[in-house]
């Protein structure tokens, strides 16, 4: 086949490095604690009560999971109550937060970018990829560009075939 004829892959040759957030999402179950199972008619907080139920809480039962501790009962609840189921399940769990599944995944997702090794990324052309299988938080985006906008030579996001450009440096 002759060089006018041949099929190349300008993508490929460009030098364009694809990155994708969701290799970022860190794997684990996600487990929520939900106060208003520790309350009293699921509307009042009876300190010996919760403290038996807190200590009934077997700790195995979050190893190595992510958990969020949060409040569906119309209840006021000290905030002694969170300290006392954290420190309960603290040892065995990956993490505790406070707040609901949404509130975690974004709280993973900041801990992910934090701490991940950009180094290779310096620059270069990056494109962050638009579409998942996985939800990803949208802060999550901002925050990866907050990390790359000073290493990267541009950055660009969605498809290879249909990026939008966001900068160049």
């Known amino acids: 086949m002759s060089d006018e004829f041949e099929i190349k892959n300008k993508v490929a040759s460009s030098g364009l490095i694809n990155f ?15 106060l208003k199972d520790f309350l009293y ?11 038996e139920k807190v200590a009934a809480i077997n700790p195995d039962d979050y190893a190595d ?4 501790i949060y409040n ?8 002694w109550a969170y300290f006392l189921i954290t420190a309960r399940i603290t040892d065995v769990a990956k993490k ?4 609901n599944k949404e509130d975690l995944e974004v709280l993973l997702m900041h801990n992910a970018i934090q701490t991940y090794d950009f180094d290779d990324l310096k620059g270069k052309r990056v494109l962050v990829k638009g579409c998942s299988d996985k939800e990803i938080p949208e ?8 990390q790359l ?16 450009p966001i900068f160049k440096n």
Do not use: H, W
Not at 41 to 51: A, G, Q, T, V
Not at 96 to 99: A, D, R, S
């Open 20 to 34: 994708d957030l969701t290799d970022l999402v860190p794997k684990g179950i996600r487990t929520g604690i939900d």
């Open 41 to 51: 008619m699921e509307m009042i907080l009876k300190e010996k009560d919760f403290r």
């Open 72 to 79: 569906s009962a119309d209840a006021i609840v000290p905030l």
């Open 65 to 68: 999971q992510y958990v969020y």
């Open 149 to 164: 906008k000073p290493i990267v030579k541009s950055l660009m996001f969605g498809e290879a075939c249909s990026n939008v």
């Open 139 to 146: 802060n999550a985006y901002i925050e990866l560009v907050e």
């Open 96 to 99: 505790v937060i406070y707040g």
